[in-house]
């Protein structure tokens, strides 16, 4: 039997790398024609219950300690005036450690044999034959059979329509990801109002996350309650403009962080998929992280799609020649997992009537 992944983020990854280490045959189709194809996204903390324990199976652990950037786990919050109403440093104990994203994907890549992960490989359809096996179709016109099908393939998964009806559907808050390299230099009011951790800037409605990663880079994610549509076909100034227009009045060291990007501003519409998405057994097919349970960054979601391939690894491994078996006993567990960390919605407290003071109660309590 060869395992068939669609979708080479860290949730695929991880499931590649259980696999492998079980010595069981396994391919990746990325659609993105190489690992540097996009910058990955900024600094993921990495937690003792499901990323960690994920990391472990994988056999990365060591790998992924001298990934994690010191300090990183400083968290402040201010107001819209930048006034500091709750600075905690990172105490050195190592609970949540930081790390890069695109370093912890190249970490995996680099633990699987070469020619895993086929790049390139765009998934255009899937079709069910009938007897377990399923019909993969690429993007340049291959086809390609299989007879263990998983879609690790995010938000917009090209294999979940075998499984489930479901879709994702926009929450109403659109992002703005914007990067300040070498802050301390090039940006120092932005970079000391970050801190060396995480800064959240909240207001009702609004606010600004940021990360500082390595080399200085100040990596924010601004949050604006909008209708989706909003800014649909604007350009890069236009968006730069407009949302930082709608932060009139806040103090200039953050509001440069939407205006002093060194990169064109990326807008995100956040979507998820319904709080306890779940789906009946489909014979040699299922679904692993973001394209089973797409919920609002909680901090969990990366989190979780580790954890999942690192259990449908390990279902897998366990039951040779029973893949129904293996694969029913992964997704009762994670239909439950996901449905716990769905229901941990933290925008309530980031941007709620209260805000600022609801995500101090909740770093300081
Ligand atoms: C703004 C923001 C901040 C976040 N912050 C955090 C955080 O701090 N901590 C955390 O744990 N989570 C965070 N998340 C959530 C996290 O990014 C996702 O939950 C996680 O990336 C899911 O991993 P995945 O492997 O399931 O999917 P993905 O990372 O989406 O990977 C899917 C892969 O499939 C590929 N693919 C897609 N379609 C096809 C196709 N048709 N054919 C072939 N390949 C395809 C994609 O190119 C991609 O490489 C955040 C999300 C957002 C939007």
């Given at each position: ?11 695929g ?5 259980v ?5 069981i ?16 996204g ?7 219950w ?13 790998g992924?300690r001298?990934?994690?950037?010191p300090?990183?786990?400083?968290s402040?919050v ?8 709750l600075?905690?440093?990172?105490d ?7 790390v ?10 680099d ?7 086929q790049w390139?490989?765009?998934v ?6 009938g ?5 993969v179709?690429l ?5 390609f059979?299989t ?10 998964s ?29 940006h ?6 970050v801190?060396?951790?995480a800064?959240y800037?909240?207001?009702p ?15 924010a994610?601004t949050?604006?309650?909008?209708p989706?549509d909003?800014?649909d ?6 968006v ?6 709608e932060?009139?009045?806040w103090?200039?060291e ?11 501003p990326?807008?995100r ?6 709080i ?8 040699g097919v299922?679904l692993?992280?973001d394209a089973?349970?797409?919920m609002?960054?909680n ?5 979780l799609?580790m ?29 439950a ?9 933290i ?14 109660a909740?770093?300081?309590g």
């Open positions: 039997m060869t395992v068939t992944i669609i979708g080479a983020g860290l949730g990854l991880v499931l590649a790398r696999l492998h280490l079980h010595g045959p396994v391919t990746v189709h990325e659609a993105e024609a190489s690992p540097a194809a996009r910058h990955q900024g600094m993921l903390d990495i937690h003792p499901n990323g960690r324990p994920a990391l472990e199976a994988a056999g990365l652990t060591e992924f001298e990934l994690v950037l300090g990183r786990e400083s402040r201010v107001d819209r005036t930048g006034t500091v109403l600075d905690q440093p990172d050195g104990t190592g609970v949540r450690p930081e890069q994203r695109g370093e912890l994907r190249q970490l995996l890549l633990s699987l044999p070469p020619g895993t992960v390139g490989h765009k255009t359809a899937v079709r069910a034959l007897d377990g096996g399923h019909e179709s993007a340049d016109g291959t086809t059979g007879s263990l099908l998983v879609g690790a393939d995010g938000a917009w090209r294999v979940r329509p075998l499984l489930s009806g479901a879709t994702p559907e926009y929450v109403g808050v659109s992002v703005v990801e914007t990067f300040l390299f070498d802050g301390d230099t090039r120092p009011a932005a970079a000391k109002a801190g060396a951790g800064l800037a909240l207001s409605g609004q606010g600004i996350v940021a990360h500082r990663e390595s080399g200085g880079t100040l990596h994610y949050h604006l309650f909008k989706q909003w800014l076909g604007a350009d890069a100034a236009t730069t403009a407009r949302v930082a227009g932060f009139g009045g103090a200039p953050l509001t440069a962080l939407i205006t002093g990007s060194d990169t064109p990326v807008l519409r956040l979507c998820t998929l319904p306890g998405h779940r789906w009946d057994r489909v014979p299922t692993l992280g089973a349970h797409l609002p960054p901090g969990e979601g990366a989190n799609a954890l999942d391939g690192a259990e449908l690894g390990r279902a897998i491994a366990a039951h040779p020649g029973d893949v129904e078996t293996a694969l029913a006993s992964y997704e009762q567990a994670m239909f997992r996901a449905e716990a960390e769905g229901a941990d919605d925008y309530p407290v980031m941007f709620g009537a209260d805000s600022p003071r609801g995500m101090v909740l770093l300081a």
